[in-house]
């Protein structure tokens, strides 16, 4: 891919010679950032049935742990206000995704997974110190009785966001002629399967608010349904172009 100079940085912030800006770091940003709040959307589900199954208000310390960290301040925000904010951990997650690909990526050393895990640690210690606090649970979580778990948890939660994007970044990057063509394929395999689950996702979630009319308007359901369809349909043009290019090739 094309980079930027750098040779106007300052060296104590300087971009590795290897790797400077890319001039597309716009449109991989997005792409990649899009599958990586996906993955850390999918995780945060996955996160939430294990502790509503492993809790226990009268268990043990780690059941009692568990119980606290699926039943809380910012867990029993349903309704409008949780799929708003489910909008808005996508939103955040693009944004995230362009900062890791304008200022940090260029900056870290190491395979695209681990620049990603090590730039995802800085969303991670803004959402234990602020977000925790803002959202009724305390700072580091502490207010809801759940020990070290809502910092783990919430640090496993960002390794997945980080992994994911370092790794889709780092592929859209490839210099290889292979790897451009199946990014290539892959991209409009992508967008293709983002149109079609953002639409499905639109439909089925206007279908179904009428039935959960007493925790979300049926717009606000529609909404986060189509944000949801375009993510899985993304992720899944995305594998299946892939594919195609593999059996091609």
């Known amino acids: 891919m094309d980079r930027v100079s750098a040779s106007a940085t300052p060296r104590r912030f300087a971009l590795r010679d290897d790797h400077a800006i890319r001039h597309d770091w716009l449109r991989d940003g997005l792409a990649s950032g899009f599958i990586a709040t996906f993955a850390m959307t999918a995780s945060i589900a996955a996160a939430y049935a294990l502790a509503n199954t492993l809790g226990s208000a009268g268990g043990n310390t780690i059941e009692r742990w568990f119980a606290a960290l699926s039943s809380n301040a910012m867990t029993e925000s349903v309704g409008d206000i949780f799929a708003i904010g489910m909008i808005l951990n996508l939103v955040m997650g693009l944004v995230w995704a362009l900062v890791y690909a304008r200022l940090a990526e260029p900056r870290l050393t190491g395979p695209g997974w681990r620049r990603g895990a090590l730039f995802s640690l800085i969303p991670w210690a803004l959402s234990i110190l602020v977000v925790f606090p803002i959202a009724g649970i305390g700072l580091l979580g502490t207010g809801i009785d759940a020990g070290i778990l809502p910092v783990l948890g919430n640090l496993v939660l960002h390794l997945v966001f980080g992994?994911?994007?370092?790794?889709?970044?780092?592929?859209?990057?490839?210099?290889?002629?292979?790897?451009?063509?199946a990014n290539t394929n892959?991209?409009?395999?992508?967008?293709?399967?983002?149109?079609?689950g953002a639409a499905a996702g639109f439909i089925g979630g206007w279908l179904i608010a009428p039935g959960i009319d007493d925790l979300a308007n049926q717009a606000v359901v529609a909404f986060a349904g189509a944000l949801s369809g375009a993510a899985i349909g993304m992720l899944i043009g995305s594998l299946l172009g892939l594919k195609i290019d593999d059996e091609r090739g």
Not at 165 to 177: H, R
Not at 186 to 196: D, K, P, V, W
């Open 186 to 196: 892959s991209e409009r395999s992508a967008a293709f399967g983002m149109l079609i």
């Open 163 to 181: 992994i994911v994007l370092g790794t889709m970044y780092e592929m859209e990057g490839s210099n290889d002629a292979h790897d451009r063509q």
